[in-house]
């Protein structure tokens, strides 16, 4: 390219994920083509994510403060802890209706082949919050219908195994392969209300 900042720009937005270099060039062309109001407010919303939203210190999903709006609602069942690959897939999950429990986020899931490992997650943490509190009883696995949330899912059993836990799974309604996060409502809640005891080997 002739224009240094454009193809730094293509070259940032490529980084994105689900955006390749060809559609990251698109998006350059069209911030150039905009208004230079919409190119601005676009910088300063981008500026004020980074700066407001922040990772709750006790589930890891997305908060405004150090404690996000699900953990700090004393009318949430405390008793049940979901646990989820993605901040995403607590959205997802709070649209269907059908948990009213907490949650714990993983930031991603075991993949050996990508180099992720048990302790890249936030595995310990679910194990230290889960001693640390007696009132949890029931631990759903919402991890995604993939080999590598399959893996987590019973990594994650194993590692609770002896616990006096109820340990469950969401139902197959979400297509093996899936994301949680992209998920529609109906099948997602579906799946909820189905979910099944989990054991390792099962």
């Not at 709750?56 to 699900?70: F, H």
């Not at 109820?166 to 093996?176: K, L």
């Amino acid at each position: 390219m002739l224009f240094p900042s454009l193809e730094n720009a293509a070259r940032l937005l490529s980084s994105l994920p689900g955006i390749g270099s060809r559609s990251a060039l698109r998006i350059a062309f069209h911030l150039i083509r905009s208004d230079s109001d919409k190119s601005e407010d676009l910088a300063e919303a981008l500026i004020r994510l980074k700066k407001e939203v922040r990772f709750c210190s006790l589930c890891g999903g997305l908060s405004d403060a150090d404690l996000c709006p699900i953990c700090r609602d004393e009318t949430r069942d405390r008793s049940q802890l979901c646990i989820v690959e993605e901040p995403g897939d607590v959205y997802a999950i709070e649209k269907t209706g059908e948990f009213k429990g907490l949650y714990h986020v993983l930031m991603g899931a075991i993949s050996p082949l990508d180099g992720i490992g048990p302790g890249d997650l936030r595995i310990s943490e679910l194990e230290s919050r889960i001693a640390s509190d007696d009132r949890i009883n029931e631990v759903l696995l919402a991890t995604n219908p993939t080999l590598e949330g399959d893996v987590t899912a019973d990594y994650i059993a194993n590692a609770l195994t002896g616990r006096n836990l109820n340990i469950t799974r969401i139902s197959h309604g979400v297509p093996t392969g899936a994301a949680i996060e992209y998920a529609d409502r109906v099948t997602l809640g579906r799946s909820i209300r189905q979910r099944q005891d989990y054991r390792r080997g099962d």
